[in-house]
């Protein structure tokens, strides 16, 4: 059964970092894309970034363009995402997914984590 552990959500202050992580399980981690969505009440699911199964090719949504960095460990079944230069509207629910191929371009997302709270305060 494929398992993914978010952990590293919290409360920081505008201007902060913080740094996510996803632990896979159960599944062979080098073969699939994997990406973290964000979530608000009230608003459907967001791509954030994404990373392809040999990390070699990555992809950010614009407004976190040069603030975001999205990483893998393959020897570790981990996912990460470095956040600095947090804001406000930056805070969210933080999920990580699993794309069924090696690359991001199809939406073939096919496994959730329980998603962690970020909360950025101004």
């Known amino acids: 059964q494929v398992q993914l552990a978010e952990s590293g959500g919290g409360l920081v202050q505008a201007g902060g970092s913080l740094r996510l992580s996803c632990a896979v399980s159960g599944s062979i981690f080098s073969r699939n894309a994997m990406g973290w969505f964000r979530q608000t009440p009230g608003t459907q699911r967001e791509l954030v970034a994404a990373?392809?199964?040999?990390?070699?090719?990555?992809t950010y949504t614009p407004s976190v363009k040069g603030r975001f960095t999205i990483s893998r460990d393959n020897t570790k079944n981990t996912v990460y995402l470095e956040m600095n230069s947090l804001k406000p509207e930056d805070t969210a629910v933080y999920y990580c997914?699993?794309?069924?191929?090696?690359?991001?371009?199809?939406?073939?997302?096919?496994?959730w984590g329980q998603g962690t709270q970020v909360t950025v305060s101004s």
């Open positions: 990373i392809s199964s040999t990390g070699g090719t990555t």
């Open positions: 997914r699993r794309n069924s191929g090696r690359g991001f371009l199809t939406s073939n997302w096919d496994y």
